[in-house]
């Protein structure tokens, strides 16, 4: 015989809301949401850039370390035209070398969750926290030179524990 077990409200609330911060914003719809929307959904951006439209480019890294970063468009008009999450191959395919400037690199993936100073190098390593297609926690290097410009990008896979099946 089955057992069906009931959550209290409170619990169930608080299971729904951590599911949507953990695994993405819960209920944004392009077209539909406003600006408001996305802020209750994700907090305060870390940075915002002005766009040749009108509208803004909201940016919001998830945790210190986290592997996902939203990008949100909000036009002119107040609406949220679109919601990516740009830490991916995708994205960092658009990285060039000797081309991308620290500020485009910003706009594409956001802020790196940690920067490296390599002073023999006179180069500064953006690191970012990405799990790749496959599913392996990975992280990105782009080594940035004095110039603000991308020297070069490593993506490379976190060792898994040993005690892991």
Not at 10 to 35: D, K, N, Q, W
Not at 127 to 149: K, N, P, Q, T
Request: charged residues 25%; negative net charge.
């Amino acid at each position: 015989m089955e057992k069906s077990v009931l959550l209290p409200a409170s619990i169930a609330a608080t299971l729904l809301v951590a599911g949507c911060t953990a695994l993405g914003p819960c209920g944004l719809e392009p077209g539909r949401s406003s600006e408001a929307d996305v802020l209750r959904s994700l907090g305060e951006p870390a940075m915002t850039f002005p766009t040749p439209d009108g509208g803004r480019q909201l940016v919001f890294p998830q945790g210190p370390m986290g592997s996902q970063t939203f990008m949100a468009r909000v036009g002119a008009d107040g609406r949220l035209a679109r919601l990516d999450q740009v830490l991916d191959e995708e994205h960092f395919r658009r990285i060039e070398s000797g081309r991308t400037t620290t500020g485009e690199l910003e706009r594409l993936i956001g802020p790196p969750w940690r920067r490296i100073a390599f002073p023999n190098l006179r180069q500064v390593a953006w690191d970012y926290h990405f799990e790749d297609a496959w599913g392996y926690d990975s992280d990105l290097s782009v080594m940035v030179d004095e110039r603000g410009v991308v020297a070069g990008v490593i993506a490379v896979r976190r060792e898994r524990d040993r005690s892991d099946p």
